[in-house]
T-cell receptor, first 114, second 114 residues
Framework: KQEVTQIPAALSVPEGENLVLNCSFT??????LQWFRQDPGKGLTSLLL?????REQTSGRLNASLDKSSGRSTLYIAASQPGDSATYLC?????????????FGQGTILTVHP | DADVTQTPRNRITKTGKRIMLECSQT?????MYWYRQDPGLGLRLIYY???????NKGEISDGYSVSRQAQAKFSLSLESAIPNQTALYFC?????????????FGAGSRLTVL
């Protein structure tokens, strides 16, 4: 059974800092890995998707890397801003009979203070 | 209008009552999912449907049932609600024809069972 763990559970940083969120998964037979953002009282917004054959994806100040063999992904946020405050979730999609279903981590609550 | 609409957004009910959460989408996606989110636990898959005639149990289907009334509609029912079903429920859709299984989430339905 796939298990996804995110570290740290919560992170508070001053504005302008670069930061790294970590995600690990137990079964390396994944189809892809996604990072989501969740704002309070709202749904999830997909930030980045990395296919299993890829090493990283970038969007603006966000960079996500994937090391499938070691079961790890990191989300790097450059020059953090208060508007980045949210919960960040990673999720993996399995192959085979698990294709199309996501297994989520418990999330990292990020607070960026001015 | 939102691509994925969930109703109701908030519901308070009593133990033993039957509850239906509804989801409709305008994205034309084949696949629809119901997840529940509990504090500190991430999202867990309840049921998913790959097309109108296909319904599959997820990780935590006990106590729930679903109906895929049309390609655009997927409802979740709690036949006899219990307090540990208090959670935030999300509907999501995806289109595998795109090849990446990127999920689009609704805004969530917060259910409280007293």
């Amino acid at each position: 059974k796939q298990e996804v763990t995110q570290i740290p559970a919560a992170l508070s940083v001053p504005e302008g800092e670069n930061l790294v969120l970590n995600c690990s998964f137990t079964d390396s037979a994944i189809y892809n890995l996604q990072w989501f953002r969740q704002d309070p009282g709202k749904g999830l917004t997909s930030l980045l998707l990395i296919q299993s054959s890829q090493r990283e994806q970038t969007s603006g100040r966000l960079n996500a890397s994937l090391d499938k063999s070691s079961g790890r992904s990191t989300l790097y946020i450059a020059a953090s801003q208060p508007g980045d405050s949210a919960t960040y979730l990673c999720a993996v999609s399995g192959g085979g009979t698990s294709y199309g279903k996501l297994t989520f981590g418990q999330g990292t609550i990020l607070t960026v203070h001015p | 209008d939102a691509d994925v609409t969930q109703t109701p957004r908030n519901r308070i009910t009593k133990t033993g009552k039957r509850i239906m959460l509804e989801c409709s989408q305008t994205k034309g996606h084949d696949r629809m999912y119901w997840y529940r989110q509990d504090p500190g636990l991430g999202l867990r898959l309840i049921y998913y449907s790959f097309d109108v005639k296909d319904i599959n149990k997820g990780e935590i289907s006990d106590g729930y049932s679903v109906s895929r009334q049309a390609q655009a509609k997927f409802s979740l029912s709690l036949e006899s609600a219990i307090p540990n079903q208090t959670a935030l429920y999300f509907c999501a859709t995806s289109d595998l024809r795109v090849g990446a299984n990127v999920l689009t989430f609704g805004a969530g339905s917060r259910l409280t069972v007293l």
